[in-house]
């Protein structure tokens, strides 16, 4: 068996054993849970604690927030807190500790709309404009590993983008492109 393959069963399974023990939309008791960003766009780094001692740090949270709002217009919105539950266990899933690449997360109905006339495939309803989408790479974890795990927790929509390498992660309703 290749390795690629042998480690996405690995994932798979443990994908499995993670679903067993938790609910969507629930927030875990853990000890705390760490992201790492890096913005394409804007070249900022982001390393932080958003969830420690069993609730959400609110300074973290309004931190990501700004980090990931809309770097065309400056605009910021509130990230559902379960999109970030979400990535963090998919990173923990891969057992990566890489950091994750932003593309595109918060979008203004402004940036959205421009999107959409310049170039086909923006949903004109776009779960970036909700807060609860990013487009990423993680650094150490190939983008169709990254797509699979993702796929595989059924917690939202994913969409891959081979062409542009990145892949796209919402807590909206389960679906795939």
Same mark, same amino acid.
């Given at each position: ?19 067993? $023990?938790?609910?969507? %939309? ?25 969830? !420690? ?9 309004? !931190? ?12 910021? $919105? ?13 990173? !923990? ?38 807060? $609860? ?22 917690? %939202? ?14 807590? %909206? ?5």
């Amino acid at each position: 068996m290749h390795p690629l393959q042998q480690r996405i069963l690995i994932c798979l399974f443990s994908i499995g054993l993670l679903a067993t $023990t938790t609910q969507p %939309g629930n927030a875990r008791a853990l000890d705390a849970r760490q992201l790492s960003f890096y913005h394409t766009h804007t070249e900022e780094r982001l390393d932080i604690v958003y969830f !420690e001692n069993d609730e959400y740090v609110d300074s973290a949270l309004e !931190e990501i927030n700004h980090f990931l709002r809309d770097f065309r217009t400056g605009d910021v $919105t509130v990230m559902d807190p379960g999109l970030l539950d979400l990535i963090y266990d998919i990173r !923990e899933t891969l057992e990566s500790n890489g950091t994750y690449e932003v593309i595109s997360a918060y979008r203004s109905p402004k940036t959205n709309e421009m999107l959409r006339t310049r170039r086909g495939g923006v949903a004109r309803n776009s779960q970036h404009l909700l807060g $609860t989408a990013i487009d990423v790479r993680l650094e150490d974890i190939p983008i169709e590993v990254l797509r699979d795990t993702a796929l595989a927790m059924r917690r %939202g929509g994913v969409g891959f983008y081979r062409k542009a390498d990145f892949v796209h992660i919402d807590t %909206g309703r389960v679906r795939r492109w």
